[in-house]
T-cell receptor, first 115, second 112 residues
């Protein structure tokens, strides 16, 4: 099993450009998440999905859109990139154990720089 | 508002020198507390889940404990390969199942 994979690994964008980050998981997990990680701030949830065809906003959703057309894929889009979106982006997935969803499996991350 | 803080921000240990990392949390009711390990340039890796005060979990040189307001990650006789950032996260009973709040992490360096 590959687990959670993310593409691309690195990307540099100019302000105003758009891009899509792709996340794929092969563990048949229902739940998928997109986080951003900035120094000293911890992981912050951008958007998440509780199943195919569903998405919801997290803590910092502005400037991002997501789609989950297939259970195994979760896409994160930036329509008009801004320097404030320079960050490391992580995708994660989890299954519901009946008690919590804190056991999440993370991808290797995408390092995005917006100039 | 749910909040997670971790201390110290960074910790440097000699190989074999045991110590503890702290995670303090504020939630209405705890559904679960989670510890993760994150190596440089990689995604976090799940370590433990703790559900109630008094619970303990162990894995190799790591032991996680939980009280009503904080959790400790005890590292016994650490080795250089234990060097990583350790993240704590909590899930509040009063919020949806989907919301997990992460702390900023403690960066651990173990010197040979």
């Amino acid at each position: 099993n590959a687990g959670v994979t993310q593409t691309p690994k690195f990307r540099v964008l100019k302000t105003g450009q758009s891009m899509t980050l792709l996340c794929a998981q092969d563990m048949n997990h229902e739940y998928m998440y997109w986080y951003r990680q900035d120094p000293g701030m911890g992981l912050r949830l951008i958007h998440y999905s509780v199943g195919e065809g569903t998405t919801a906003k997290g803590e910092v959703p502005d400037g991002y859109n997501v789609s989950r057309l297939k259970k195994q894929n979760f896409l994160l889009g930036l329509e008009s990139a801004a320097p404030s979106q320079t960050s490391v982006y992580f995708c994660a997935s989890s299954f519901f154990r009946g008690t919590s969803l804190g056991e999440q499996y993370f991808g290797p991350g995408t390092r995005l720089t917006v100039t | 508002e749910d909040q997670v803080t971790q201390s110290p921000e960074a910790l440097r240990l000699q190989e074999g020198e045991s110590s503890s990392l702290n995670c303090s949390y504020t939630v209405s009711g705890l559904r679960g507390l989670f510890w993760y390990r994150q190596d440089p340039g990689k995604g976090p890796e799940f370590l433990f889940t703790l559900y109630s005060a008094g619970e303990e979990k162990e894995k190799e040189r790591l032991k996680a404990t939980l009280t009503k307001k904080e959790s400790f990650l005890h590292i016994t006789a650490p080795k250089p390969e234990d060097s990583a950032t350790y993240l704590c996260a909590v899930q509040d009973k009063e919020t949806s199942y989907d919301k997990v709040i992460f702390g900023p992490g403690t960066s651990l360096s173990v010197i040979p």
